[in-house]
């Protein structure tokens, strides 16, 4: 009886420590496709009391430096994403974090593809609230963080909806 009542005892405590500590949240996952609509990644969206991280996993984008923004709208329309529209600016400003006048909300920094064709970055951001939705967009080439509007990245060749329109 002793070691039955200790069982359950020791079963409780277990119980309320899940209660008092949860399991970090996973996040969701949404996909990353390229202009053919293949996929070549995801994005794993955490949000938390301090705020959102993105989690940019990518498998079979080119080599290299490549910028990566936060578009206003949350489409993904291949194969030039054209449908994400331009870089979340909400406050209007310039673009770049190197531009006296910039820099727009969804500026992040550059990433690096290995030659491997893989890539894995954490991005913190703020909340993820557009009424249009939000994308994320990945460009061909770096972003030189300071040219207005787009800092000379390149052609658009990857996309992920992180948020869908309201409405």
Same mark, same amino acid.
């Given at each position: 009886?002793?070691?039955?009542?200790?069982?359950?005892?020791?079963?409780?405590?277990?119980?309320?420590?899940?209660?008092?500590?949860?399991?970090?949240?996973?996040?969701?996952?949404?996909?990353?496709?390229?202009? $053919? /609509?293949?996929?070549? &990644?995801?994005?794993?969206?955490?949000? %938390?009391?301090? !705020?959102?991280?993105?989690?940019? *996993? +990518?498998?079979?984008?080119?080599?290299?430096?490549?910028?990566?923004?936060?578009?206003?709208?949350?489409?993904?329309?291949?194969?030039?994403?054209?449908?994400?529209?331009?870089?979340?600016?909400? $406050? /209007?400003?310039?673009? &770049?974090?190197?531009?006296?006048?910039? %820099?727009?909300? !969804?500026?992040?920094?550059?990433? *690096? +593809?290995?030659?491997?064709?893989?890539?894995?970055?954490?991005?913190?951001?703020?909340?993820?609230?557009?009424?249009?939705?939000?994308?994320?967009?990945?460009?061909?080439?770096?972003?030189?963080?300071?040219?207005?509007?787009? &800092?000379?990245?390149?052609?658009?060749?990857?996309?992920?909806?992180?948020?869908?329109?309201?409405?």
């Amino acid at each position: 009886m002793l070691f039955r009542s200790a069982f359950l005892t020791a079963s409780l405590c277990a119980l309320a420590a899940c209660a008092t500590h949860p399991k970090a949240e996973e996040g969701r996952v949404v996909p990353l496709a390229d202009g $053919a /609509g293949q996929g070549v &990644g995801t994005v794993t969206i955490v949000e %938390s009391a301090s !705020g959102t991280t993105l989690r940019l *996993t +990518v498998k079979g984008l080119p080599a290299g430096v490549h910028g990566v923004h936060l578009h206003e709208a949350g489409r993904c329309d291949g194969p030039d994403f054209k449908s994400a529209g331009a870089h979340w600016n909400p $406050a /209007g400003r310039q673009h &770049g974090h190197l531009n006296p006048q910039g %820099s727009h909300v !969804g500026d992040l920094p550059n990433f *690096t +593809v290995s030659s491997l064709d893989v890539a894995t970055i954490d991005f913190a951001v703020g909340a993820l609230d557009n009424s249009q939705g939000m994308s994320l967009v990945v460009h061909a080439q770096p972003d030189d963080y300071r040219t207005d509007p787009s &800092g000379n990245s390149g052609d658009r060749i990857a996309c992920a909806v992180l948020t869908a329109p309201r409405g």
